[in-house]
């Protein structure tokens, strides 16, 4: 069973950075996609990016596209969120996720979630 716990969230002004970090237990990086999701309050959770070390594929959701980066450190077994240019719309709790269902358009999560980190944008 995949263990999955996201931190690095907190307080920060707009136009300001935060990155997210998640080490997945009981997960090869290698054989399957691994993503952010976020959950602001009073709306569904959705998919921010995801990345699939197999097959080098990423997917960025609108919003944060140009502003946000993914990462893997296979040498940790780390995947990171980096995000830049925060805006008060980003204010949610971020969760990590693997093994996630991706592809060019979109990225899925059908497991349970582990523990988020909330991320607050201050304007």
């Known amino acids: 069973e995949v263990q999955l716990q996201a931190s690095g969230g907190g307080l920060v002004q707009t136009g300001g950075s935060l990155r997210l970090s998640c080490a997945p237990s009981?997960?090869?990086?290698?054989?399957?996609?691994i993503g952010w999701f976020r959950q602001a309050p009073g709306k569904e959770r959705e998919g921010v990016s995801c990345?699939?070390?197999?097959?080098?594929?990423?997917y960025y959701g609108d919003s944060v596209k140009g502003r946000f980066t993914i990462s893997i450190d296979n040498a940790k077994s780390t995947v990171y969120l980096q995000m830049h240019s925060l805006k008060p719309e980003d204010t949610a709790v971020y969760y990590c996720a693997a093994p996630a269902w991706l592809n060019t358009t979109t990225c899925r999560y059908f497991g349970s979630w582990g523990q988020g980190t909330l991320v607050t944008v201050s304007s």
């Open positions: 009981g997960f090869t990086f290698d054989d399957y996609a």
């Open positions: 990345i699939s070390s197999g097959t080098g594929l990423t």
